[in-house]
Structure formats: C-alpha cells, structure tokens
C-alpha cells in the first residue's frame, strides 16, 4: 500500500481473499527483478576482485554434463577466480549423487528423472534427447519412424545408474513402452564410446543433442525423429540439504548469473 501511494497507481486487485499483479505492478515486478540481478552482479564481482578467496572446490558431473557442457563454464569460472583449484569428478548421475550423499564432493551437476529427498535439486538448464544412426544407414531411409518401428531397432544404450537412460525409459514408459521390449544391442559406459560404435555400424542410440554437435556437423551421425516422442530434461545443480560455505556459494552464484546456457 506504501508503494501504492509513492508511486501513485494501483499495484495490485484485490478480490476477497485473492490478490493478483495489475499491468503497473507488472511493470515495477520487471524493474524488481533486474534491481535484485544488479545487486547480485554487485556480490559477485565484489568477491571476484577478494585477494583471500582461495581454496579447493571438489565438483562431480554426470557423463554428458562433464564432456559436452561444463567445461567452458569451468575456463570462465577460473579467469575470475584464479587461487581456486577446482576438482572435476565425473560419473553417471548414481555415482555423483552417491558421491554428493558421501561428503566426497561439495556439489555436482546431473541429469535424470528421479530424485533423492535429502539432496537439493536447482533446475538448470533443458536439454533434448534425440535418435541417432550413422549417415550412412540405410537399413531407415526415411526421417521420422513409428514408436512401433522404434522397438524392432538395433539400440545402443547407457548402463543402469545413467541419467540419460532414466529419462529414456520415463518417456517411453509414458507411450506405454516397456524397456524390456526394446531390441537393445549392446550397452556402453558413454556418449563417446556409443557414437564411436554408431559410425562404425546400423544400430541407433538415443543420445543428448548436446553430445553430437560436431558428429552432425561433420556429416558423420544424423537425427531420426520418433512420431509422438519427444524426449526433453532438465540439468540440476546438487548439493547436501543444510550446509553451505562460502566457496560452494561462490560456485552457485557463478553458475545463476550465467544461466548455463547452452
């Protein structure tokens, strides 16, 4: 109500026990929003220039996160903040939320569909999975499949614990697709071990776009869509329930202000 009369206009309507924003108050919530951004810029470029920030920062990165998009952000990170030594661990999402459970790192970044009640989860950033087969196959010729055609494919897949794999089967567990009903070939340890075996064979993978930039680029991998199957996540950003300290807050902050975008 004080704002209210400041600024002389009506912020908000008011309907019994309801209350929602008017077109003013939308407008003075935009303005809000960067005034909090630039006081966070502020914090963070303050601490960026503290001679006594040092120390060790020990991160763990599911498989895709780790090779395909944290690097760079690592690079960055480290041209800021020079005196901290940053331990990278990488493993599937079940290791690096074991890992996180265990005290053995201070946070991590991972992909998946389930989660465990005594870990943070902070949404990140999407990410897409897609079907993938050597340029040369041409046992499929066309561009888009049937999820019926989509069972009766040679696939290449992740190991049990992967991320990558538990978004694959949620999504086809929700078009009513048992996993046990897929003709899976062989199952490989990573991104890059599965797309080394596509080139070099007729099988097909589902792999994140992420992960197959350059492959598509250099013509050598190409995208099959599934006809009613579109297979999205997310990325977290991990860390223990309670607990903090000052260079896991650093960390955190740096990856908000640049979104992860990828």
């Excluded at 090779?67 to 030594?85: C, M, N, R, S, T």
């Amino acid at each position: 109500q004080e704002i209210e009369v400041f600024y002389k206009c009506k912020l908000f309507e008011r309907n019994g026990t309801k209350i929602q924003l008017t077109h003013a108050g939308n407008t003075l919530l935009k303005y809000t929003e960067n005034i909090f951004n630039i006081y966070r810029d502020i914090e963070f470029d303050l601490a960026a220039l503290n001679e006594n920030v040092k120390g060790t920062i020990k991160l763990g990165a599911s498989t895709t996160v780790a090779q395909y998009v944290l690097p760079g952000y690592l690079a960055l990170f480290k041209e800021k903040f020079q005196d901290i030594h940053i331990e990278l661990t990488e493993g599937n999402t079940e290791y690096i939320e074991n890992l996180l459970t265990e005290n053995k790192i201070d946070l991590g970044i991972v992909e998946g569909q389930s989660k465990r009640q005594h870990i943070k989860y902070t949404q990140l950033s999407k990410d897409e999975i897609v079907l993938c087969t050597n340029v040369a196959n041409t046992a499929i010729k066309k561009s888009a499949l049937t999820l019926s055609e989509l069972q009766k494919l040679p696939l290449v897949v992740r190991e049990q614990g992967s991320g990558s794999l538990e978004v694959v089967v949620a999504a086809l567990k929700k078009e009513n697709i048992k996993f046990s009903n897929l003709n899976v070939e062989i199952t490989l340890e990573s991104s890059e071990s599965i797309k080394s075996y596509l080139i070099h064979s007729k099988s097909f993978a589902f792999l994140s776009v992420h992960s197959v930039f350059k492959e598509l680029k250099n013509n050598e991998l190409r995208i099959v869509d599934i006809k009613e199957l579109n297979i999205e996540r997310y990325f977290y950003l991990i860390t223990q329930q309670g607990g903090t300290n000052h260079l896991k807050e650093l960390f955190l902050k740096f990856m908000q202000n640049n979104n992860l975008k990828l």
